[in-house]
């Protein structure tokens, strides 16, 4: 025991010796500054890929490596343990984390909804030939979200009461988005919140849009954001300051210009051609909205997901 | 998991001649060359019909799966990309190293605790703990220490690669002849030159049926690690289609992962009948 202890001692040395080396510590090398940027294969992220793909990192010093994650999860202790310079996440994610005292700062917007009730890139959907017509009607429905105790389940949540509902008995399902536009065309659920491109193929599947969670939650809410720790904050700020310079320029120009965002998603995603002409877009506004980001605090507090009021000032790095 | 339990039940020859000899009026169509393979190849073919006229007649959706046809077409097209490749490679690096070392582990601490009884004792209690914890229980784990690269998935694949080697080792080592061991004393060979030539032959077909059992299952959490922590790899690429909803791209990658899983059997089973080239099970039927 004690030999195959020190032999595992050993083994485990060898292992994290090796991915020490392998890190992805940020270094410089030929002028340009090598970060490493978490992220998912998902529309939100287009303006991030736009900003490589046109210079803007570049331009700042920056060498950006983009990891694909499967979600926040991953993303935040990933972060944490210096994986990942930056990380994109949604809101209520970076909220809980600092809830959680891993000290978290948002340092550039990342994807804002349109604002526009029935046409955003989330919404609620029901099958087709539902009674359910109306936010208030969804409760004590079945509803598909893709994690739970997050902004999915909050923001329809607050749709609901909203409308004048309960939202007290409805029943959250989790499910990954892939899976929703099935779940509501087999009636395995009552309702999905589900985002692009999958909400334009639930439509398209004869789906009916009931809400847009988003939209009711805040008219500018910033669903998700760049963010680092205070850490890297502290000792490098330079680096955040350049990360942040890029991501303003990279929001700005895909906000202006969808037809590239619509252009950059064929290179990062598997999209069909079609599909990525049909959905519907988010915003891409350079500066998150700090309003938003309090409507979401207020939301999770409500809904008890933290157990203290959330400081949002604290949650945004000021430069 | 599959591979696994279809390697284990292979029907030995003694079955195949029984009926041989039981319907021996039948025509035997064993007897003709290669008309194995030709029967395997039929059995491809009518999976694939299969698959083609289930979504065709509406029994499922083709929306969440497409036919055959469109699954191979999607399969081909991709076989053209270069980012196909890198995953391939990177899925094969995974599985290589993973194994290598699960296997390099096993057989030091298999033949280590085998050949010692009371540290065999000692250690069977948490052996027998550890060994059923599944792998992707480990996941958060691997995230926390390695973050999302390939050594996080690595983690996983050593893990379970690990137990599948070291127990059939344990019991290989076990398992030698007390006649050989007693007259490999009797001519007077040390500790040594008894480990190279008695135990080490004894357990060699425990070792390599443990190899093939962890190359499979190292394959399976190579895949695993990639589709859930998102490591480089298919894994990776499948969770990226599924993603953006490109249907006919996840199934084609996992055709891609189940081609993967049987070139990797039949090498293994290659080494196996290589290394194990003097051994009854290989050499078949010629001995009485």
Known sequence: MRRRKILALAGATLLITASACGGGESEKSGGLQKITVSSMPIVDVAPLHLGVDQGYFEDHGLEVEIKNNTGGAQAIPGVVSGDYDFAFGNITSVIVARGEDLPMKVVSNGVTTTGEQGNDFGGVVVPEGSDITEPAQLAGKKIAVNNLKNIGDTTVRNSVRKDGGDPKDIEFVEMPFPDMPAAVENGEVDAAWVVEPFLTTALSNGATEVASNFVDAHPSLSIASYFTTEKVIAEDPELVEAFTAAMHESLTYADANPEEVRRILTTYTEMDEELIEEIRLPAFPPEADPESAQAIADLMVEDGLVDSEPDIDALFHQK | ?288
């Open chain 2, 1 to 288: 998991m599959n591979m696994m339990t279809a390697d284990s039940v292979r029907p030995a020859r003694t079955p195949t001649d029984q009926r041989r000899l039981a319907g021996a009026r039948r025509p035997v169509r064993a007897r003709v060359p290669g008309a194995g393979a030709l029967l395997g190849a039929g059995g491809a073919a009518a999976s694939l019909l299969i698959w083609e006229i289930v979504p065709r007649s509406g029994v499922v959706s083709p929306k969440y799966l497409p036919p055959a046809s469109e699954v191979l077409a999607a399969f081909v097209e991709r076989l053209a990309l270069q980012s196909f490749w890198t995953a391939v490679g990177d899925t094969l690096i995974t599985w290589a190293l993973g194994l290598a070392i699960a296997f390099a582990a096993a057989v030091v601490l298999g033949f280590l605790v085998g050949s010692v009884p009371l540290l065999r004792t000692f250690t069977s209690s948490t052996v027998e703990f550890l060994r059923p914890i599944p792998s992707v229980a480990l996941i958060p784990l691997a995230v926390l220490i390695y973050g999302t690269g390939m050594q996080a998935t690595l983690l996983l694949v050593v893990y379970a690669a690990f137990w599948q080697i070291y127990i059939q080792v344990l019991y290989g080592v076990v398992d030698v002849d007390p006649v050989a061991e007693q007259t490999a004393r009797s001519y007077g060979l040390g500790r040594w030159s008894r480990a190279r030539h008695v135990t080490w032959p004894s357990a060699l077909p425990y070792l390599i049926t443990g190899v093939r059992l962890g190359a499979a299952v190292a394959l399976i959490l190579t895949i695993t690690g990639q589709l859930t922590i998102g490591s480089p790899g298919l894994g990776q690429s499948i969770d990226v289609a599924r993603s953006s909803g490109a249907v006919a791209s996840v199934y084609a990658l996992i055709l891609a992962t189940g081609i993967l899983g049987v070139t990797v059997n039949v090498g293994v089973r290659a080494v196996e009948r290589r290394v194990l080239r003097w051994h009854t099970s290989v050499r078949g039927e010629n001995t009485a």
